[in-house]
Nanobody, 125 residues
Framework: VQLQESGPGLVKPSQTLSLTCTVS??????????WNWIRQPPGKGLEWMGA???????YYSPSLKSRTSISRDNAKNTVYLQMDSLKPEDTAVYYC??????????????????WGQGTQVTVSS
């Protein structure tokens, strides 16, 4: 599975950020895959923002839920992130991630973890 993030590199404060994660090599509706958005501000650790499941259910970080929306287009095999009311502290590298855990018929647990290369987003006037 390959993931490619895209979006504007520079956004002004209070504006809305829209990012796209284009997926190839697998379907976003494949069972048990969770498609995550994760970001990393400069000098800080990774922050999970939210996810959309293979079923279409969505999950959000409580701290970002009020400003974040994750959606998908099955026909385009693409996942989207929208974030409103941007602030300078939202400056970060934004990553798209695909994660899946399955148990094989032999009772082996296998996990699949794929990342895009990330896209820099800078919030500045």
């Amino acid at each position: 599975v390959q993931l490619q993030e895209s979006g504007p590199g520079l956004v002004k404060p209070s504006q809305t950020l829209s990012l796209t994660c284009t997926v190839s090599g697998g379907s976003i509706t494949t069972n048990y895959y969770y498609w995550n958005w994760i970001r990393q501000p400069p000098g800080k650790g990774l922050e999970w923002m939210g996810a959309i499941a293979y079923s279409g259910s969505t999950y959000y970080s409580p701290s970002l839920k009020s400003r974040t929306s994750i959606s998908r287009d099955n026909a385009k095999n693409t996942v989207y992130l929208q974030m409103d009311s941007l602030k300078p502290e939202d400056t970060a590298v934004y990553y798209c991630n695909a994660y899946r855990v399955v148990v094989t018929p032999n009772d082996e647990v296998r996990d699949y973890d794929y990342w895009g290369q990330g896209t820099q987003v800078t919030v500045s006037s």
